[in-house]
């Protein structure tokens, strides 16, 4: 080799280790900002979005990433912690549960095992049950769950203290430790309770339950039975049992069967025997549905839908469909019944029932709010991959969504990231307005969980009248791991916990 090409090749070195520090540089400098400190506030993530209102609180229009968004002077009413939004203190409970959380190895009924998590020894925990009205009041013991338990009631617009998120509205609950929920059930319908702290993983394995709230007049059907449906290590279980659940129901018998999808993904239910009506999607009743046959109804994940069946006058057995061939059969004298294939056709909820007041006028929104969901490679606190954005934005610098209490709220919610995402707003039951551009005609459609197909857009309202600090995420447990998680706030409320610190808060 001669000196000119040595030179040569030691130019090319340099030059080449020059592009490298040149490339690595930024990325090196992306991967050090994504790094997430021991404990933060949620208050301090991301930047404030007003939807175009005018504040009235000081230091919450720029980013400030050391006092937060939340209202601190200003002219508003002084800065409340959300510890203070409870149900009355002094209440007598009507309803009082407690809850008792173990790690443990279980077995199905079919004898498959299961290493997850139970509450009072099983999982799916107990039903609790309510009427409306009642104050309901769960305490909730974590006996031997390592990484701390909390519960959120999904669905209930419970105040905000009692929500249950971890490094939102408390500390997780170490083992060996206690926390008392307090709530009054506000409507009747169905809802679930399920652990948010590292909730995909404590979810998945089992620390949920179902909460049925009756209504206070209506009579109730003859019969009412919930059907939960939950995947243990990839076996469908319905109400913890992999095969059929049966229930009695005498012929000409008004059946409700509430439909609980704690999946991460949206399922089909669909009835095999006999007409159908949805009588309720997420706890609040539909106006005028229609009967319906070979139909089949998409219940979001976290969502819930209320199936009312009429039993056959001939005494022949009825077949609800939770997401396969098996499900809840309803009979009497015999539990024969056939399984039914998914039918074509799917019910359109855009234009499914009649039309009802909302009690609120959302033409007249005092804010707009986009949620506009996308995807692009980057830094999640430290790991290279694919993530979720909002609004552009990776997680954690998301928006902040502002609200004041009494707000008529609009949402856009976009999604462009090429996967289906159930988003789920806590404390809120908001309205669908339209699809595509496409207006709403049927029942009022009240909603906390809405699945957002690839390539839709929705818009959605509701009224901002449950102060506090709420998450506003994805239920794909796993997604909201991914980043896609924002917050509402309502200006002056604050929140006095971090994710991560000393009590290990990890509520995704
Ligand atoms: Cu069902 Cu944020 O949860
Ligand atoms: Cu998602």
Redesign the pocket.
């Known amino acids: 080799m001669n000196a000119t090409r040595r030179r040569g090749a030691r130019l090319r070195l340099v030059l080449a280790g020059a592009a490298t520090i040149a490339l690595l540089g930024p990325v090196a400098w992306l991967w050090q900002d994504s790094l997430m400190p021991g404990a933060y506030s949620v208050m301090d993530m991301g930047y404030a979005d007003h939807g175009g209102a005018l504040t009235h609180v000081a230091g919450t229009s720029a980013h400030s990433a050391h006092s937060g968004h939340g209202g601190h002077g200003g002219q508003m009413a002084p800065a409340r912690s959300l510890t203070s939004l409870t149900a009355d203190p002094e209440r007598t409970p009507d309803v009082a549960v407690t809850l008792v959380a173990r790690k443990q190895r279980f077995r199905l009924p079919t004898g498959r095992e299961v290493d997850g998590y139970t509450l009072n020894g099983t999982s799916p925990g107990p039903v609790i049950h309510a009427t409306v009205g009642q104050l309901v009041q769960v305490r909730l013991v974590n006996e031997s769950v390592p990484d701390g338990i909390t519960l959120?009631w999904?669905g209930v617009d419970v105040p905000n203290a009692a929500d249950g998120?971890a490094g939102v509205t408390q500390d997780a609950v170490g083992v060996g430790r206690s926390f008392t929920y307090r709530f009054v059930a506000d409507r009747a319908g169905t809802f679930?309770y399920?652990s948010?702290q590292v909730?995909h993983e404590q979810?998945r394995r089992g620390l949920l339950g179902a909460l049925v709230v009756a209504p206070a007049a209506r009579p109730p059907a003859a019969v009412d039975v919930v059907a939960l449906l939950h995947l243990y290590d990839g076996a469908r279980t319905v109400n913890g049992r992999e095969g059929d659940v049966r229930t009695e129901a005498a012929p000409g018998a008004r059946v409700r069967v509430r439909v609980i999808n704690t999946e991460n993904g949206q399922t089909p239910v669909w009835v095999g025997g006999a007409p159908f009506r949805l009588a309720a999607v997420d706890g609040t009743d539909l106006h005028e549905p229609a009967v319906v046959r070979d139909t089949a109804v998409l219940v979001t994940a976290?969502g819930r839908a209320d199936i009312e069946v009429t039993m056959p006058e001939d005494g022949s057995p009825v077949r609800v469909h939770v997401g396969g061939p098996t499900g809840v059969v309803l009979g009497s004298r015999s539990y024969d019944a056939p399984a039914a294939p998914r039918p074509a056709t799917t019910l359109d909820l855009l234009s499914y029932g009649t039309p009802a007041p909302l009690g609120f006028d959302p033409d007249r929104p005092d804010r707009r709010f986009d949620y506009e969901i996308g995807r692009r490679p980057g830094f999640l606190d430290g790991r290279p991959g694919i993530w979720w954005t909002i609004n552009g934005h990776m997680f954690p610098d998301v928006p902040m969504f502002v609200v004041a209490e009494g707000d008529v709220v609009r949402v856009r919610i976009v999604n462009d990231s090429s996967e289906p995402h159930p988003m789920?707003l806590?404390g809120h039951h908001a309205v669908v307005l339209s699809r595509g551009g496409v207006r709403a005609t049927g029942s009022p459609w009240w909603v906390d969980?809405l699945e957002v197909g690839t390539g839709e857009t929705y818009e959605i309202a509701f009224v901002a009248d449950n102060p506090g600090v709420w998450?506003d995420?994805c239920?794909n447990l796993p997604h909201?791991t991914e980043g896609l998680v924002a917050h509402l706030m309502y200006e002056g409320v604050t929140t006095p916990f971090t994710v991560g610190g000393t009590a290990g808060n990890e509520?995704e």
Do not use: D, L
């Open positions: 959120h999904h998120v679930w399920h948010h909730s979810v976290g789920h806590h969980s998450m995420h239920h909201a509520p």
